[in-house]
């Protein structure tokens, strides 16, 4: 018989898993056991987690979730996390997708009173599945990601579709620019000292340190891997721009960007964006460029798609506590 299976840890799902989501093809960055460690470690330590699994032969579901106390139920995920979903192994078809969703949403309401999942990029088949158990479920619009299909294109050819200013301001500050530029593919102590010393002066909020250290797992091992572009605009030798990108399979994924305010006008990140860019297209030959999670202005310079995200909220009617919250939620979501 179908039954759930419950983990408080993540070490009991590594264990039970043995390494096959980090190992399998398929499985892009953000569905990997390492990424959900790190995540946890860093960003939520202390926070207890909700794992739940469904196995149909060789075919498995599973869910990450934190379980704050008195909080309702959460993904385990947060604005480093492009996005988040069920994590599928085995390739099961759609109607397996659907016995083994169908056990872990009805498990969910044996105890739970309130779920709340973002960002999710397609919610319908959880949806789906949560409805059937019982749940009372609104999905919400809740910003986007920015990316660019490259469809065969040379960077040439891509670049010929950028905005003009964009391309006037790139020719024009590129000219005798001072700056030296290099996509590094393997980490070190020294470029992440560099790394480092580009937040510290970067026109954004100061990187929280938790974020930092989750950063610096997620270099190290892709790195390790194969995967890690990271780039440097240099002045004199001094980093004044940095940016964290990855291979994932054959899509770009940019984590982060900062430049030094201090070289604003001499616009040294812009520089190295199209460095970067340039590399991820002739050199990588990728065929998709995801900028993340947030409605950025500048990134529609860059990207031609926005994919828009879902916050997926559900609701147990058995529990009188989450009445109110529900008709709340699903008025937020009629009014936009």
């Not at 009991?12 to 995540?39: C, H, K, M, N, Y």
């Not at 498990?107 to 009173?113: A, F, K, M, P, R």
């Not at 469809?151 to 500050?173: E, H, I, Q, S």
Request: charged share 25%; with cysteine; hydrophobic share 40%.
């Amino acid at each position: 018989m179908l039954a759930a299976r419950k983990y408080h840890s993540l070490e009991e799902v590594r264990q039970a898993l043995a390494g096959r989501p980090d190992s399998a093809p398929a499985i892009g960055l953000f569905d990997r056991l390492d990424w959900f460690t790190a995540l946890h470690r860093h960003c939520f330590a202390g926070v207890p987690v909700l794992i739940l699994s469904a196995q149909e032969d060789d075919r498995e579901a599973w869910l990450f979730l934190l379980a704050p106390h008195s909080r309702p139920l959460k993904a385990l995920a947060n604005w480093y996390s492009f996005s988040w979903a069920p994590v599928f192994l085995g390739e099961p078809d759609e109607a397996s997708r659907r016995r083994m969703l169908d056990v872990i949403a009805g498990t969910l309401l044996d105890g739970q009173s309130r779920i709340e999942l973002y960002p999710i990029e397609q919610a319908d088949e959880l949806t789906a599945a949560l409805r059937r158990a019982g749940w009372i479920t609104v999905q919400r619009p809740m910003g986007g990601r920015h990316v660019l299909p490259v469809r065969g294109r040379n960077f040439a050819d891509y670049w010929a579709t950028r905005p003009g200013r964009l391309r006037t301001l790139v020719r024009r500050k590129g000219r005798n620019a001072p700056f030296d530029l290099s996509i590094d593919h393997q980490l070190t102590d020294d470029l992440w000292q560099d790394y480092r010393s580009v937040h510290a002066h970067s026109w954004k909020e100061a990187e929280p340190e938790d974020g930092l250290n989750l950063l610096h797992d997620l270099a190290r091992r892709e790195s390790a891997a194969g995967r890690l572009r990271l780039g440097f605009a240099r002045l004199d030798g001094q980093p004044v721009a940095t940016q964290l990108w990855t291979i994932d399979r054959d899509v770009a994924l940019i984590h982060k960007l900062a430049h030094d305010q201090r070289h604003d006008t001499g616009s040294p990140g812009t520089l190295l964006s199209h460095a970067m860019f340039a590399h991820a297209i002739d050199v990588d030959r990728v065929s998709l460029i995801d900028y993340g999670t947030g409605d950025n202005g500048y990134k529609t310079d860059w990207m031609e798609q926005r994919i828009k995200l879902i916050q997926l909220d559900a609701f147990n009617p058995r529990r009188p506590s989450s009445w109110l919250p529900a008709a709340r939620t699903a008025i937020s979501a009629l009014v936009g």
